[in-house]
T-cell receptor, first 117, second 113 residues
């Protein structure tokens, strides 16, 4: 089955700086790569996703890049703000749809992002 | 009203007891999932269901069972709870073409003593 590795486990950045979280996946058949944000005590929520037919996707201060050859994808957050503090999870699926396909989503172990004032 | 509701929110139970965690949704989604979250281990899939007649094991199904009573209801049971099943459990739903990913419930924090 799919295996998703996520690094780092904890990332501390100064407010206003950029943050980058990286994930690698094992299944070359994976096509859908979402990122979820989980604030303290809350449920995970989808913040951005990318499919394997594109290399980059951007939504305001967040962007995701995908390198299918190397089987890795990254989340980039620019101009970080206090409300960006959370745990971020990457995930992968061998389906094109956002519902996780036949086997559901396989998640990374999470990155705790801390924004220092 | 919450679109994916989990009950109970918190539960403490004793080793060997049977316990059921319930999930109901008003999203109208066919796909429902149970995940377990442990610190440092992320979210791991226990069971999933694509419709009432379709139940599938996930990565860590041992020690768990599920029931899909209706499109809107998906329950997770621990037949004989053990301490290493202490975790935060999330139910989630999805629609393949909505483009909104998973909708998670608020979670059930289960402690087995």
């Amino acid at each position: 089955g799919e295996n998703v590795e996520q690094h780092p486990s904890t990332l501390s950045v100064q407010e206003g700086d950029s943050a980058v979280i990286k994930c690698t996946y094992s299944d070359s058949a994976s096509n859908y790569f979402p990122w979820y944000k989980q604030e303290l005590g809350k449920r995970p929520q989808l913040i951005i996703d990318i499919r394997s037919n594109v290399g980059e996707k951007k939504d305001q201060r967040i962007a995701v890049t995908l390198n299918k050859t190397a089987k890795h994808f990254s989340l980039h957050i620019t101009e970080t703000q206090p409300e960006d503090s959370a745990v971020y999870f990457c995930a992968a699926s061998n389906s094109w749809d956002s519902g996780g396909g036949a086997d559901g989503l396989t998640f990374g172990k999470g990155t705790h992002l801390i924004i220092q004032p | 009203d919450a679109d994916v509701t989990q009950t109970p929110r918190n539960r403490i139970t004793k080793t060997g007891k049977r316990i059921m965690l319930e999930c109901s949704q008003t999203k109208g989604h066919d796909r429902m999932y149970w995940y377990r979250q442990d610190p440092g281990l992320g979210l791991r899939l226990i069971y999933y269901s694509f419709d009432v007649k379709d139940i599938n094991k996930g990565e860590i199904s041992d020690g768990y069972s599920v029931s899909r009573q209706a499109q809107a209801k998906f329950s997770l049971s621990l037949e004989s709870a053990i301490p290493n099943q202490t975790a935060l459990y999330f139910c989630a739903t999805s629609d393949p073409w909505e483009g909104a990913g998973y909708t998670f419930g608020s979670g059930t924090r289960l402690t087995v003593v």
